[in-house]
């Protein structure tokens, strides 16, 4: 059974940076695509970003392109995100996920972390 757990959120001020980290256990790890989705109080769960199985390929939202960037750890069964200049609409709570390769939706998830930003 795959476990995700995140850490790394906080409270930043606008402008700040922080990094999250999802630690993968249970399978291996390079087989699983993997993916960080957020969700804001009263709005639905969003997609922020996904990187492939061995890191050479990603995607965001364009709301986050050029400040955030996703990164994977394959030795360490961790991925990164690695979040820039914030803004308080980043505010939220982010979730790791994990999908496998041959699979066609997110499976696995973390337990979120909170991410605030403040003006």
């Known amino acids: 059974q795959v476990q995700l757990v995140e850490s790394g959120g906080g409270e930043v001020q606008a402008g700040d940076s922080l990094r999250l980290s999802c630690t993968f256990s249970g399978r291996t790890f390079i087989a699983y695509k993997m993916a960080w989705f957020r969700q804001a109080p009263g709005k639905e769960r969003e997609f922020v970003a996904a990187?492939?199985?061995?890191?050479?390929?990603?995607n965001y939202l364009d709301s986050v392109k050029g400040r955030f960037t996703l990164s994977r750890d394959n030795a360490k069964n961790t991925v990164y995100l690695q979040m820039n200049s914030l803004k308080p609409e980043d505010t939220a709570v982010y979730y790791c996920?994990?999908?496998?390769?041959?699979?066609?939706?997110?499976?696995?998830w973390g337990q979120g972390t909170q991410v605030t930003v403040s003006s």
């Open positions: 996920a994990a999908q496998a390769r041959y699979g066609d939706s997110y499976d696995y």
């Open positions: 990187i492939w199985w061995k890191g050479g390929t990603t």
